[in-house]
């Protein structure tokens, strides 16, 4: 795991053998992620959609689903009620009375009423011109449990394959959870000890006391329970034995991510790491390469043949092409089965790439034979079972078409791969690559008159460097002679062409 900060924004990449499978952008003053717990007000009823329309502080207002109010919403309400009135002063539910559950047919109106208050978690962040979706069903995930408040059932992740070992989770559980909670068991939670599931727990239900502290001394919209940040909830969610390396570049963020290890995995600590290198963190592992080839239209793989994207309102396609693979088989039924399996696996990583949900169609080669389009389609489930987004793959029909569902719960991350020119703004005229050199040079003057720094280096795109450091007698010693300083030059493949930045000994952007 690599961890870039800065400009208001943390960049996660995951690595997998080197290449690049997960990339996350998350936005430091966003408000809103998948988890946070919101006191709410109804603002108004929908019933000919059964759902309601609830007030948590965003621009639009957040949709609630009757369906997604929950068997206990009737519990939920009255747990509000008696906190925001005076009559509860503990969160714990020892002495809650459950209500009876709601009727899973019923009706919005029934339940609801406008302005009232209600606890509400969100379930999909805001996407497009869509406000966040709520869900009443509140769950607060740990290392190796999931609390779920108004509940008494206990069920274990079904990837816990051993009867006995899901019996002695349940036995464990079922002796240190509180009252009138529910607990999820997560596949990471086999072969634990129940001092370490005690822990969990017990930090679970802190959390929950806490979530009730907040909204009984506040008025809504406000948040009364942050989900933990993006860094820390993949670290939660994915972290295993495999992993061998976590890269951070920030000394607090470091600390951070240090600390929560040594709460939820003390012998995974000593592999963190703090990049301490001048070049970029991304630049440096050559992620920013993968990027660039990775997030284009055109997705090229290794034996030549080549991936399609598109994106519309209604789904996402994508067309496998076989490029000049035609030939590399003796008949082109097995030419396409190798391009189609190849396919799948790149199309499996795409979508966990750029978290792409909703339906997906692919467009793989036409296959004739019923058995060949079997195993494409175990192939293509192989390749998504370390997909975490719940996804269905549907058989490949006669025509090679094969529809996914996948899980959306994020926008989509989309990276502009095409650079719009910075000077002629789409127009097709540019000026001449060596006025940007000359604007270096005249910065760079008034940079070192103005703050005289004991260390600089001038990173810019590839092309302008290797410019920049050209010739025995290039500009870096020409700058020496006038400045009496070294003046470094560093490629960064992220730049474009007429873009640069001055930074100084620590890798940081020198402003002026």
């Known amino acids: 795991m690599i961890i870039r900060t800065g400009d208001g924004e943390v960049n996660i990449a995951l690595l997998e053998d080197k290449g690049l499978i997960e990339y996350h952008n998350e936005k430091l003053d966003k408000g809103f992620n998948v988890g946070d717990i919101f006191l709410g007000r109804i603002k108004r009823l929908v019933p000919g959609l059964n759902a309601a329309f609830v007030d948590v502080g965003y621009e639009k207002d957040a949709f609630l689903h009757y369906h997604d109010l929950g068997p206990q919403a009737q519990s939920l309400q009255k747990y509000i009620s008696e906190g925001i009135t005076g009559k509860r002063n503990s969160g714990l539910l020892t002495d809650f009375k459950i209500q009876p559950d709601i009727d899973k047919g019923g009706k919005i109106d029934q339940v609801l009423k406008p302005n009232r208050y209600m606890l509400v978690q969100i379930a999909k962040e805001p996407i497009s011109t869509k406000g966040p979706r709520l869900t009443c069903e509140i769950s607060i995930a740990g290392r190796f449990i999931v609390l779920v408040p108004f509940s008494d059932r206990i069920s274990v992740s079904q990837k816990i394959k051993s009867r006995e070992e899901r019996e002695r989770l349940r036995r464990l559980i079922s002796s240190i959870r509180p009252k009138n909670f529910g607990v999820i068991v997560r596949t990471v939670a086999e072969n634990k000890r129940v001092a370490e599931l005690d822990a969990d727990m017990r930090n679970l239900t802190d959390r929950w006391k806490q979530a009730f502290d907040n909204f009984t001394s506040t008025k809504p919209p406000a948040k009364v329970l942050g989900e933990i940040d993006r860094t820390n909830a993949i670290l939660r969610d994915l972290l295993s034995p495999s992993f061998n390396q976590i890269v951070v570049d920030n000394e607090a963020l470091f600390q951070d991510v240090s600390a929560y290890l040594k709460t939820i995995a003390p012998e995974s600590e000593k592999i963190v790491k703090l990049h301490k290198g001048k070049i970029d963190v991304m630049e440096h592992y050559g992620i920013e390469k993968q990027i660039k080839s990775l997030f284009g239209k055109h997705v090229t793989m290794k034996s030549g043949a080549y991936l399609v994207i598109e994106h519309t309102e209604a789904m996402h396609v994508i067309d496998v092409n076989s490029g000049n693979t035609a030939k590399s088989e003796t008949n082109q039924e097995a030419n396409a089965l190798k391009v189609n399996i190849e396919s799948a696996e790149e199309v499996a990583r795409q979508l966990r790439l750029r978290d792409m949900g909703g339906l ?92 005289k720094p004991k260390s600089l280096t001038v990173a810019a795109h590839p092309f302008v460097s290797a410019y920049l450091q050209k010739g025995i007698y290039g500009y870096q010693r020409k700058w020496f002679g006038e400045f009496k300083k070294w003046v470094n030059v560093e490629p960064k493949t992220a730049m474009t062409l007429l873009d640069y930045e001055f930074l100084d000994k620590d890798g940081k952007e020198i402003l002026f």
């Open 360 to 451: 997906v169609v692919v467009d793989f080669i036409d296959l004739r034979q019923n058995e060949n389009r079997k195993m494409l389609q175990t192939k293509l489930k192989e390749y998504m079972s370390d997909d975490r987004a719940k996804h269905q793959v549907l058989p490949v029909s006669r025509f090679g078409l094969v529809e996914i569902t996948r899980q959306r719960v994020r926008p989509e991350m989309d990276i502009k791969t095409a650079e719009v020119c910075p000077t002629c703004n789409g127009t097709g005229e540019v000026q001449a690559a060596i006025t940007i050199v000359d604007e270096i040079e005249n910065n760079l003057r008034a940079l070192m008159e103005e703050q």
